[in-house]
């Protein structure tokens, strides 16, 4: 039932992609649950006070998606890790714009540890990760882009391997080497 609606989801976005937006309306209720779940992940970890619903972030990423020029997703693990950004973007443009209102604020260090990337208490924090994870996609793309799957996305390894077309070891590899270049650039910040 999984490997059918899954592949359903490919054939759907594959429509969608040539212009089909009846595509499209199929396939939002089809995803739904698990944008729901990326964003319940996403909004654990923001500051307590944070404005955004969990219905609004799902609905501003697929709306971004839904945007896009191209949409080429070669698969619902594709996708997924599109929607990933998307949410990630969305998110950290919210948090600079509190950023830019405050005076003063100082930017707290970053907890990683192998579960969650961070720890957010405040804003700063998800700004902090971003400029990193921008860092070191100078450095590495697709270790930047594991990053980016793994935390904001929660795409599990064998996801990841398919998003990124690479082995699950070289998932694994990529993720230690980068959650500790995160820890090294991160706590110089602090």
């Not at 089809?30 to 729901?36: D, F, G, H, T």
């Amino acid at each position: 039932m999984v490997k059918a609606e899954s592949q359903q989801i490919t054939q759907l976005l594959a429509d969608w992609g040539r212009g089909n937006e009846f595509a499209q309306e199929q396939l939002f209720p089809l995803v739904y649950e698990e944008l729901r779940r990326m964003a319940r992940g996403y909004l654990r970890r923001q500051p307590a006070g944070h404005t955004f619903q969990t219905t609004e972030l799902i609905h501003e990423a697929y709306l971004k998606l839904a945007k896009q020029d191209e949409k080429n997703w070669q698969n619902r693990a594709h996708f997924f890790g599109v929607a990933a950004r998307a949410m990630r973007h969305i998110l950290v443009d919210y948090a600079r714009s509190k950023q830019s209102k405050k005076r003063g604020g100082w930017q707290e260090r970053v907890t990683l540890s192998e579960n969650a990337i961070i720890s957010t208490e405040n804003s700063d924090e998800i700004v902090a990760l971003d400029d990193a994870l921008q860092q070191l996609a100078g450095l590495d793309e697709r270790k930047s882009r594991v990053v980016e799957l793994k935390f904001f996305g929660g795409l599990n390894i064998e996801e990841i391997a398919e998003v990124l077309k690479i082995s699950h070891e070289t998932v694994k590899r990529d993720w230690r080497f980068a959650r500790t270049w995160l820890l090294r650039e991160l706590a110089g910040q602090g």
